[in-house]
Every structure is written in C-alpha cells, then in structure tokens.
C-alpha cells in the first residue's frame, strides 16, 4: 500500500488553466473518487498522477517520495483505462505477465503471479483465450488483472466502465469493490457517473471547471453539499430546488412557496436554520432530495419534521419498487417519491408529505449552501 499527496496541483495549457490548485491528501488503502461532469480536469488529474501529463505547479507525492520528474514506470503505480488496451495477439495469460516480463521477473514468478491473480478475479478459466474471444467484462477483469500483476502502491482507474452496458456496469462495479477489500491498494478511480462514486469511494471529490467542489464521504456529499452544484450532481433524480422567501416568529424560521394549490409554507427544524434568522424576509432556494417529498401514507422522519401540504401530481413515472411524483412549485418542476400503492393519477391532488429534517438551503445569488 501507499499514501498519495496532491499538494496544490495546477495545470495550465498556455494561459488557460484547467486544473486550480488540486489538494487531496490519499491516505493507505484509501479508495478516492474524482467525479464530475466532462471537462472538469478529474482524468488530467489522474494523468498528472501517473505521469502521462506534465506538472505546471505543485507537488504530487507517493509514500511521501515527490514524483513530479518520475516517468510512469517510475511511479510505482498502474492505470487501467477506459479501453482494455490489451494485446489480440496474446492470450489471457500473457496479457497478465508480459509487464512483469519486461522488468525481468523470473519465469516460475510470474507464474505465480498470473494464477494469484487469476484466482483474486475469477478467471482462472480465460487464461488460453484471447481478447476476441472475451466479452467486455472478461476483458476488463483482464485490464484489472494486469494492473493487480505489477502489486503497485497506487491504482489510477480511468472511467474503466464506460464501454459496458448497465448490467455490467453494476457487476463489475462490485467486482471492483471486493477487489479492493481484498488487496487494500491505495485507489484513485476517475468516473463521471454518481452511482459509481456513491457505490465504490471511501470519500468523494466532485469537481467542477478545476477546482474540488467538496471532499467528503458520500453520505456527506449526498446529505450534506457545499453549494448547488454539488447537490445537483449528487443523486438521481437530482435535488429538488425550490425558490422561497423566509419568514421568521420568534426562533422559528419558514419557508414560503406557490404550489399549485395554493401557498406551500414550510417550516424548517431549529438545527436546519443557523444563520437564518438574519435573512428573515429574504429570498432563498430549498433543497430538498426527491426521497425528502412521499405521500403522506409513507413519511419518514422525525414526525415533527414532516410538514403536509396538498399539490396536484401532473405525472407519474412507475420505476418499479417506488413511483416518481412531478408537480409544480413557484413554476418548477419538483420531483417526489412514494410508494406504487400510494402513486396518483395524474392530475389527482395528493397530501404530500415533505421531510425537512435534511433540507438544506442556499444563496440565490452565490449558490453556496447557507444551512
């Protein structure tokens, strides 16, 4: 295992700066997400780490040793990407060994090195066959294996899920969580897809137009985001956000919004309003994930954070064990859950209940997360 520091990363192309003063300190057998939209730096990132990019500013570190003129073989690191790049010519096998062929490890140690591997993945069978004849789980399983062969400090994945289809995807996610419980090898896994990020990390850095939004684990990213971005991204469907004005008695601090039934108001618990009190009168946006809006029937939470109001559902979306709910707030969509036997028809007005024991409010005009 390895620890990983990334002191104060920059990355410029000419005068355009991509990357803005990256830290992320990776301690051993830490598993790290970059997530984000694309465009946002997180695989030039993970190029920087291994090398394959140059360091405009900044330090990367592996078991404290600086790296930053270390060419990747140099590196103590293995990268799987995106493509398996793997040799058709080779079978499985020697796909695996021939990386340690080339450093010069003794023949009967690469043997063992390919069956230790072929055994932690599964794939004892494949070992005679080519990439052809592999299907594109195989094939990563055969990346990941080669990576595993050279036993490095740190793992770079490079969105290596991309080309397989949905089932896959959530099988070979998985795998690569159980491999990772097995070897406890430093990781950084570059992905665009929340799901992945929320599944796979220990902690999460969601990135946006170079710069860390927010680094945390993923119950923090989730329940608690640092600005509207991170909340929009975070979660599918996404938070709901919802424009209101503050109106405030005594300690207590409320929402006010126009359904489409009449006026929502939305009393927030104390622990939800540090600050807010300040704001009484002004215009805000509520945050609010889809799972926070249920029918009345199947409210969570502690009963005095739940507030009923009455909205027309104009839509309904089946998903199978729950039902998405779609109406109307100050004329934007909102999106709600609950369960199929409580789901309306469309048009029906419906008593909703909204949980606000994790509401979390933002500036309108800054969009940073203000309680």
Do not use: W
């Not at 990390?201 to 608690?224: C, S």
């Amino acid at each position: 295992m390895g620890s990983l520091t990334i002191d104060n990363v920059r990355k410029r192309y000419g005068r355009t700066e991509v990357l803005k003063g990256i830290d992320i300190d990776v301690t051993d057998g830490e598993f790290i997400i970059l997530v984000g939209p694309s465009g946002c730096g997180k695989s030039t990132l993970l190029s920087m780490i291994a090398g394959l990019e140059t360091i405009s500013d900044g330090e990367v570190r592996i078991d404290g040793q600086r790296v930053n003129d270390r060419g990747p073989k140099d590196r103590d690191i293995a990268m799987v990407f995106q493509s398996y790049a793997l040799y058709p010519n080779m079978n499985v096998r020697q796909n695996i060994e021939f990386g340690l062929e080339m450093r010069g490890v003794a023949k009967d140690e690469r043997r063992r090195i390919v069956e230790r591997v072929a055994e932690t993945l599964q794939m004892g069978d494949l070992l005679e066959r080519r990439p052809g004849q592999l299907s594109g789980g195989q094939r990563q399983r055969v990346a990941m294996g080669r990576a595993m062969a050279r036993e490095p400090a740190v793992f770079l994945f490079d969105e290596p899920l991309s080309n397989l289809d949905a089932k896959l995807r959530v099988e070979m996610r998985t795998e690569i969580k159980e491999l990772h419980r097995r070897t406890g090898t430093t990781t950084v896994y570059v992905t665009h897809d929340q799901i992945e990020a929320m599944t796979l990390g220990d902690r999460i850095a969601v990135m946006k137009d170079g710069e860390i939004q927010q680094l945390g684990t993923p119950q923090e990213v989730y329940d608690e985001p640092a600005n509207r971005f991170v909340a929009g991204f975070m979660g599918s469907p996404s938070m709901n956000f919802i424009k209101c004005r503050l109106e405030g008695a005594g300690d207590g601090v409320t929402a006010v919004a126009e359904a489409n039934t009449g006026p929502l108001r939305l009393p927030l618990p104390a622990e939800r309003c540090n600050g807010l009190t300040g704001r009484i009168g002004d215009e805000i946006i509520l945050g609010l994930r889809p799972e926070q809006i249920t029918a009345q029937g199947d409210a969570d939470g502690a009963k005095e954070d739940v507030h009923v109001a009455s909205c027309e559902v104009e839509l309904t979306e089946p998903t199978g064990p729950d039902t998405l709910l779609f109406f109307h707030i100050n004329g934007e969509r909102v999106v709600g859950r609950t369960r199929p036997e409580h789901a309306p028809g469309p048009g029906e007005t419906l008593p909703l209940a909204f949980n606000l024991s994790r509401a979390v409010v933002f500036c309108p005009n800054t969009a940073e997360r203000l309680a």
